[in-house]
């Protein structure tokens, strides 16, 4: 609704300052034309809107106007009650001030809406953990956090994946939650990388303050690097079949393999499967799980893999025990 945009606009200045039509139309999901007529229509309203061209230039309010905002609608007041990970809460030791500061406006809205928020809290609850994850240890995350608030730079000590411990001197930009796992992302060398947090074994805050970068977008580029490293991982590509019954079983197992295309059951009643694996060992290890479920057609070398597993299987059973 226009209603709802314009003051949107109004609390977007507000925060930022300053905003181009087009980072506004991006962020309202309109054109740029719409963001125009949206300012007329605002300092006709009455509200002191400027443009100023030029380069650093853009939209913004004459300085000291502000607006107070008490109207939040019914599903502005849930989505703010929707229950934030406890635990995520809890690792940035936000959690104490979460719970006083939902106090805080539960107690500010009106009587009728605070229903609302009760009900969302009720109704709808956020689990952002695996079911087979364990919890890390991350007793450098506090440090981590301290270092990126004040924009210093930190030494740190890192675990790689190989077991080689290494030794960095880097500008910490910002954290990440996947799952319930924490990353840094950091420059390094001029470079921004990722590193997991349960790796950093020590972290030593330097006296050097640096300039965080103005155009880095934390969320940005989380969403870059997740899926540059999703389509870096290794695919190996197979086609299996599924009898009659079975499909069931397979796709509930099927956490570590990736259903590309399902075929329509042949006469027999089996399903052809497309699928991608991590590698081929995570493939015939698949195939084998489910007996004579399951068959891999494609490609010929996993049905030789898959027969030379099922044979040492029974010679290892044929042998007697001891």
Not at 138 to 153: D, G, H, K, N, S
Not at 251 to 277: I, K, N, Y
Request: net charge neutral.
């Amino acid at each position: 609704m226009r209603a709802d945009r314009l003051v949107s606009i109004m609390l977007l200045l507000q925060v930022h300052r300053r905003m181009t039509a087009r980072e506004l139309a991006r962020r309202l999901e309109v054109s740029e034309r719409t963001i125009h007529r949206d300012m007329e229509a605002l300092g006709i309203a009455g509200v002191p809107v400027t443009a100023e061209r030029g380069t650093g230039g853009g939209w913004r309010l004459i300085d000291g106007y502000r607006t107070n905002l008490t109207g939040l609608n019914g599903a502005e007041i849930q989505a703010l009650f929707l229950t934030r990970p406890p635990r995520l809460l809890a690792d940035l030791g936000l959690d104490k001030a979460s719970d006083a500061a939902s106090i805080k406006l539960l107690a500010a809205l009106p009587a009728m809406a605070r229903q609302g928020a009760q009900d969302a809290r009720q109704r709808i609850y956020v689990d952002v953990s695996g079911w087979h994850q364990s919890h890390e240890a991350i007793p450098c995350l506090a440090a981590l956090q301290e270092a990126i608030w004040l924009e210093r730079r930190i030494r740190f000590t890192y675990q790689r994946t190989d077991g080689v411990t290494v030794e960095r001197l880097a500008e910490p930009l910002g954290l990440v939650a996947k799952g319930s796992v924490w990353y840094v992302v950091a420059a390094v060398e001029g470079a921004r990388r990722t590193y997991r947090v349960s790796r950093v074994q020590a972290v030593t805050l330097t006296d050097e303050a640096f300039a965080r970068p103005a155009d880095f977008d934390l969320a940005a580029y989380w969403d870059a690097s997740a899926s540059e490293f999703t389509a870096s991982l290794p695919r190996y590509a197979a086609t299996i079949r599924v009898a009659p019954g079975g499909m069931r079983a397979v796709r509930a197992g099927g956490r570590f393999a990736r259903f590309v295309a399902e075929h329509a059951p042949d006469d027999a009643g089996w399903t052809t499967l497309d699928m991608q694996f991590d590698d081929e060992h995570v493939a015939v290890e698949f195939v084998l799980s489910f007996g004579a479920q399951v068959e891999a057609v494609e490609p010929p070398a996993l049905r030789t893999h898959v027969i030379q597993a099922a044979e040492a299987i029974i010679a290892l059973y044929a042998a007697p025990v001891g």
